[in-house]
T-cell receptor, first 118, second 109 residues
Framework: EPEVTQTPSHQVTQMGQEVILRCVPI?????FYWYRQILGQKVEFLVS????????KSEIFDDQFSVERPDGSNFTLKIRSTKLEDSAMYFC????????????????FGPGTRLTVL | DAKTTQPTSMDCAEGRAANLPCNHS???????VYWYRQIHSQGPQYIIH???NNETNEMASLIITEDRKSSTLILPHATLRDTAVYYC??????????FGKGTRLSVIA
């Protein structure tokens, strides 16, 4: 069964360093998302991406964050200068986009990358 | 904020049916009810979704009341591996999922 994959599974970095988290969405999916979950807290939406541009973003997704689809398979989240409070699990998700709003498409999540900022 | 209300936690004996309720009294006509679960800190796992009719798949059944203001997720024969946090989410289109705190289901041997 197709699944979303993410690398690395765990990333440790120093405060102020740049990190890139990678995701390979399900191959025929066209809508991509990043969510994060700080330890013990809710899963929070960061950004959605469709047709090579950001579709929607949350307040968390500030200028330190960027997303890119560098090729036909990868979807990346870059944090330019990491802060201690960026430590969290980061989840990528994708959906097929077979339905037009208001119909909906199921989002499928990857296993996550645990980011630890020291 | 999440548009749903769920109990904080529930216990279920292994092998018995687990019935997880969800209130979504402000649901609008074009919003679907989705259920996900999260085991430990793994990625949320899709379970099932529905609009008006009851739905069943290999994982679970979803019962939606006629007025659509509440629903129940049923795991027919709960196992220890079903211990997880279960999230009920209402959504339309490709808008972001809004996760609440969910229900922590503990399946007990």
């Amino acid at each position: 069964e197709p699944e979303v994959t993410q690398t690395p599974s765990h990333q440790v970095t120093q405060m102020g360093q740049e990190v890139i988290l990678r995701c390979v969405p399900i191959s025929n999916h066209l809508y991509f998302y990043w969510y994060r979950q700080i330890l013990g807290q809710k899963v929070e939406f960061l950004v959605s991406f469709y047709n090579n541009e950001i579709s929607e973003k949350s307040e968390i997704f500030d200028d330190q964050f960027s997303v890119e689809r560098p090729d036909g398979s990868n979807f990346t989240l870059k944090i330019r200068s990491t802060k201690l409070e960026d430590s969290a699990m980061y989840f990528c998700a994708s959906s097929e986009l077979v339905s037009l709003a208001p119909l909906t498409d199921t989002q499928y999540f990857g296993p996550g990358t645990r980011l630890t900022v020291l | 904020d999440a548009k749903t209300t769920q109990p904080t936690s529930m216990d279920c004996a292994e092998g018995r049916a687990a019935n997880l309720p969800c209130n979504h009294s402000t649901i609008s006509g074009n919003e679907y009810v989705y259920w996900y679960r999260q085991i430990h800190s793994q990625g949320p796992q899709y379970i099932i979704h529905g609009l008006k009719n009851n739905e069943t798949n290999e994982m679970a059944s979803l019962i939606i009341t006629e007025d659509r203001k509440s629903s129940t997720l049923i795991l027919p024969h709960a196992t220890l591996r079903d211990t997880a946090v279960y999230y009920c989410i209402v959504i339309s289109g490709n808008t972001p999922l809004v996760f609440g705190k969910g229900t922590r289901l503990s399946v007990i041997a």
